[in-house]
């Protein structure tokens, strides 16, 4: 077996998965404002930014090759409510930066967040009432809220909120209101997991959620689940699914692509970005390589791409 690693060059030609550009979503984070970049702790290297700045991160992924951004907002305060409702506003954050971003740079695509807990004044993905989240009201307000982000220019809707029925339901709404092309991600198999603290904080839900997800998110123990979420989704017109966490959950990846053949997409979360900075930083590792084997194993394990805030650097390191 080791007449293949012997060198380089063969190490290279026995290769048997490559990470290239084409593989990467560019998840950033979008603030009010003129001008700003607001470091976010957790996450070493990533930043909020305003409309203004999104557009330049967008032209530097379009000069990169990188082929889509993921747009989250950090919702004011003042402007979270019970019912989510700055998420049905035309010119709410999202949508000013999905338009300023066609504009200037028409040919890149653009991915959006669909769920409420960026705009809800107890952090949660859907409606609350009497402290249960109710499904089917959260999923008629989901299709509004894709259809105002359709309308301001999201190429893919990725429902992220985990209600039941969903997926149908906004490919319906959708194709009745002339957005035919808008492509869905399903976010298939989401995870009530730990990996999401330094995202919370970049969205501003940390300090807004009372209680915890589990109620909607999927249960860690659960494979099997996964499979049943995913025939589900297919079945409702999603595009594309997706695997939320990504390295703790490598076997759920290889199970859809394996059994769905779908395009199958993995989110290395804030958490996994933020421990191999951390340790990185601290001479525990080595960061650079650490990045580029968890990349990796997204591909092995059978995933078409990955929503990774690595994005940007592994991008320039594939340009040289």
């Known amino acids: 077996m080791r007449r293949n690693r012997k060198s380089d060059w063969s190490r290279r030609l026995v290769q048997e998965n490559a990470l290239t550009v084409n593989d990467l979503i560019w998840p950033i984070f979008v603030v009010d404002g003129d001008n700003v970049r607001q470091s976010v702790t957790s996450m070493p290297g990533v930043e909020r930014l305003s409309v203004d700045n999104a557009v330049r991160a967008a032209e530097r ?36 930066a999905l338009r300023a971003i066609k504009k200037e740079v028409p040919e890149i695509g653009l991915m959006t967040d669909i769920a409420l807990d960026p705009y809800t004044s107890h952090g949660h993905d859907g409606l609350l009432q009497d402290g249960v989240i109710v499904n089917d009201a959260t999923v008629q307000q989901l299709c509004e809220q894709a259809l105002v982000q359709a309308d301001a220019g999201s190429d893919i809707i990725g429902p992220s909120d985990m209600m039941d029925g969903r ?3 906004i490919r319906e709404s959708l194709d009745a209101n002339h957005y035919q092309d808008v492509q869905i991600m399903a976010y298939t198999a989401k995870y009530a997991s730990a990996f999401y603290g330094p995202f919370r904080e970049a969205v501003g839900a940390n300090a807004t959620l009372k209680g915890d997800k589990k109620t909607y998110q999927m249960d860690p123990s659960n494979g099997s689940e996964a499979m049943m979420e995913a025939e589900l989704d297919i079945q409702e017109g999603a595009d594309m699914i997706m695997v939320k966490p990504g390295m703790p959950y490598l076997d759920i990846v290889h199970r859809l692509k394996s059994a769905f053949s779908l395009p199958t997409f993995a989110y290395q979360v804030s958490g996994e970005y933020a421990m191999i900075c951390a340790a990185g930083q601290n001479g525990w590792l080595d960061q650079d390589r650490a990045m580029w084997e968890s990349l990796l194993a997204f591909k092995r394990a059978g995933a078409d791409g990955i929503l990774t805030y690595f994005a940007p650097q592994v991008a320039e390191a594939l340009a040289k």
């Open 61 to 96: 992924a379009a000069k990169l090759g990188i082929p889509v951004l993921a747009l989250f907002p950090y919702t004011d305060p003042d402007l979270r409510d019970d019912t989510g409702s700055e998420a049905l506003n035309e010119n709410n954050l999202t949508c000013r």
């Open 167 to 169: 997926i149908g339901a």
